[in-house]
């Protein structure tokens, strides 16, 4: 009996062994590439593992019951994919804001294969808050809206214009929400709901008036706001003169805040007549750029460390939520390339790991 249970005990040595001997043998010849890496170091720290990306066709009254608390995207170029900065955007707000429903919205189809040839999908696999609705049937996103005759008369395929603009104001109307921009901000903070909500970010050009345009980078209006319907009227009224593609969006807010709210009326002390939106200072949203005064203090302030420990000092004092990529300068398709690698690092790591890869 004891000779038995010797023998058992060595065959089941002997299997674990074989085990951990063939892992190490299929680690040698397949090993990992940077973004599996990134995931693995990622999920030690308590973030999700991959999983099918939740891909949904937008039908008509969908939106209509979306929780206000959703973070808003678009890409209406027709590509199908993201490029590594839009990828950055989607995965730094996903990330920050894992509460918060993170959608994204597409013109071209597509399905999830599964494939890791998709860099820009493996990225949003990570993250169990994001969702992409594909806008299929673009005629009925726009129907029933007031731009539904200018969408109809095709003008627009004949000019060039930027759908994003008018996509933007659409889903604004159809469901509310905070609206970030895919193409210029990465998020590096949390979007608290109770301060993010019903809000424009504007230029102060001192403490009491506020001076310039009303940014359309950042702006929460909830469902059924009054100031959205006066958003969409304008874009369907203004005339190409008044506004260059990818600034009607801005323009149309602008005139909307202007009149109703009472923005940048002239040699007038700022007073806000809208009871139910707030204005926010521009900076205090953004983190400013790297020629700025800011960054000069900072330099002064720290004497000891390397830049990316300086940039993380400086994101961790500033109370900015948001970067844009102009103030981070040149960069190179490699987001790897740039001195914010760091910050990148801490809020896209899965981009960052993946930039050199992707297709668009």
Request: hydrophobic content about 40%.
């Amino acid at each position: 009996m004891v000779q038995r249970s010797y023998r058992l005990t060595q065959a089941i040595i002997a299997t674990a062994v074989a085990i951990i001997l063939t892992c190490h043998l299929w680690l040698i010849a397949f090993p990992s590439g940077e973004l599996t890496k990134a995931i693995s170091q990622d999920q030690s720290k308590g973030h999700s593992a991959e999983h099918a990306v939740k891909i949904v066709q937008w039908r008509h009254g969908y939106l209509e019951a979306i929780d206000n608390r959703r973070i808003v995207m678009h890409e209406t170029s027709g590509r199908g994919c993201l490029n590594a900065r839009q990828s950055c955007a989607i995965e730094s707000a996903a990330r920050n804001n894992p509460t918060r429903p993170v959608q994204l919205f597409m013109r071209q189809p597509f399905e999830d294969s599964g494939s890791r040839s998709d860099a820009w999908l493996n990225v949003l696999r990570s993250y169990n808050n994001v969702e992409i609705i594909q806008l299929s049937d673009e005629m009925q996103y726009f129907n029933n809206t007031a731009l539904f005759g200018w969408y109809m008369s095709a003008k627009w395929q004949q000019n060039g214009t930027q759908l994003s603009d008018y996509f933007r104001s659409v889903s604004l109307f159809r469901g509310g929400g905070l609206l970030l921009d895919l193409d210029s901000v990465v998020t590096i903070k949390p979007l608290n709901w109770m301060k993010w909500n019903n809000f424009f970010v504007v230029k102060r050009s001192d403490r009491n008036s506020l001076d310039g345009r009303v940014t359309a980078k950042m702006l929460h209006l909830i469902h059924g706001h009054h100031l959205i319907d006066e958003v969409i009227l304008n874009m369907a009224n203004m005339d190409s003169k008044e506004a260059p593609n990818g600034r009607r969006f801005g323009a149309a807010i602008e005139a909307s805040v202007s009149r109703i709210c009472g923005v940048n009326e002239p040699d007038e002390h700022f007073e806000n007549r809208c009871l139910d939106v707030r204005f926010i200072d521009e900076e205090d949203v953004f983190l400013p750029s790297l020629n700025s005064s800011h960054w000069r203090r900072m330099r002064l302030a720290i004497t000891s460390g390397t830049e990316d420990e300086m940039i993380k000092k400086s994101v961790e004092a500033h109370g900015a939520v948001l970067v844009t990529w102009d103030s981070m300068g040149y960069m190179k398709r490699n987001l790897r390339d740039s001195v914010y690698s760091s910050l990148l690092a801490d809020h896209c790591p899965f981009t960052l790991a993946a930039s050199i890869n992707f297709p668009c």
